[in-house]
């Protein structure tokens, strides 16, 4: 059935949140509940949007399971809302004297250096943007990414990224490398092997991701398995905790191990993995970023270059 052209003006933001509640909640009293309405009202709402579109969004039934029709309105009503959002949080920075705002993604590769050296940049220049930062892994960053959540994601530029279609462009390369803690055993060695290595516990990165998929290729390049058991860990804290009250290697970015290594919380051990994820990089959603995401862009540059030289 042809969706007739005028849908768009019988509908509104609240329309979109309702939908979003109901496959949230998967069901009319719930949401109505979630949305301080009667299920009649939210029923009538409901008939309303999709006599708009001419095409049910929702099976009715026990699930309220959305239709192939609804999963597409569904996607784009998350789209819609959060650029609503977007719009509402850049203005209130823009009339708080700030030249706009920005959501920035980081993983740890570049929470420690990268993202520090981006935020005194632009605190130095007028009408300074406003940063709202967001660390984790690549996997929770980028689902984040793809909804709009986010305006930018510093990470590493993986098959993933490449792959995405999204905006993206490496700023330096970063291998990983062994870390332990300031009093581990292989602390003071001059040299450390892989097979060292198996001989300690190990606080491995998390399973499926593509660093741990590098981790293992390296030990099997050296005809070695991988750690057969051990922690795995996406979190900064408690990873840094382990390594300074047990014997337990991990893997960092050079320039994380370092930094946390002059605060003698880690010491880099001289062993760096031959199988590394790509460069470090930044990846955004748009061709033309607005003048804000811009400034961010050419600051994360500007600085990654400098990374780039050794400074």
Known sequence: MQIPVPWFRRL?????????????????????????????????????IEAALGVPLFERGRGLP????GLAVLRYAQQVLEGARRVQLEVQALQAGHGGLVRLGAMLVAATVLVPRVVSRLQAQPGAVQLELVEDILQGLWPRLERGELDLVVCRIDARVR???????????????????P???LAE??????????????????????????????????????????????????????????????VMSRSAALHFQA?????????????????????????????AVSRVLQSLREEGRRLARGG
Not at 66 to 69: D, F, G, I, L, Y
Not at 163 to 181: F, I, K, M
Not at 265 to 289: H, K, N, S
């Open 66 to 69: 959305p239709t192939p029709s």
């Open 189 to 250: 060695r001059q040299a450390v092997t892989w097979a060292d290595t198996l001989r300690h516990p190990w606080v491995l990165p998390p399973r499926s991701t593509p660093l741990r998929s590098a981790l293992e290729s390296s030990f099997n390049a050296v005809g070695l398995p991988p750690p057969a058991s051990g922690i795995a860990s996406a979190s900064l804290s408690a990873t840094q905790a382990i390594l300074q009250t047990t014997d337990a290697l991990a």
């Open 12 to 48: 509104n933001l609240r329309h979109l949140e309702l939908l979003l509640e109901l496959h949230q909640q998967r069901s009319l009293t719930q949401a109505a509940q979630a949305l301080h309405m009667t299920q009649p009202a939210v029923s009538q709402q409901l008939a309303h």
């Open 263 to 291: 605060q003698t919380l880690v010491r880099a051990l001289p062993l760096e993995l031959p199988y590394d994820i790509g460069p470090v990089g930044v990846a955004w959603r748009t061709l033309d970023p607005g003048p």
């Open 183 to 185: 009093r581990h055993a």
């Open 163 to 181: 792959a995405s279609g999204l905006p993206a462009e490496a700023l330096y390369e970063d291998p990983h490398v062994v870390v332990c803690g």
